[in-house]
């Protein structure tokens, strides 16, 4: 599964995007998870999990063909 990053993420782990290898499903949280095993760099980093442009709960359920993108909180003024 390819996973989109932006801003503190993308500088972070120094690439646009994370692959993860996924069978058929899996929830945010489960994704969450292996995010923070997989890069703990990103360990204590905060984002929403957007699936298809539409942000989702960690019981959500992502397929591999699912469009994935990890959204760090924004500030404005």
Do not use: C
């Amino acid at each position: 599964m390819k996973i989109k990053v932006f801003a503190g993420i993308k500088e972070k782990i120094g690439d646009d995007h994370i692959e993860l290898p996924v069978q058929d499903t899996i929830t945010v949280k489960e994704l969450k998870d292996r995010i923070y095993i997989d890069y703990p760099e990103l360990d204590g980093e905060v984002f929403q999990v957007a699936v298809n442009e539409s942000f989702e709960t960690d019981d959500s359920v992502i397929k591999e063909t699912d469009i994935v993108a990890l959204i760090p909180p924004v500030s404005g003024g």
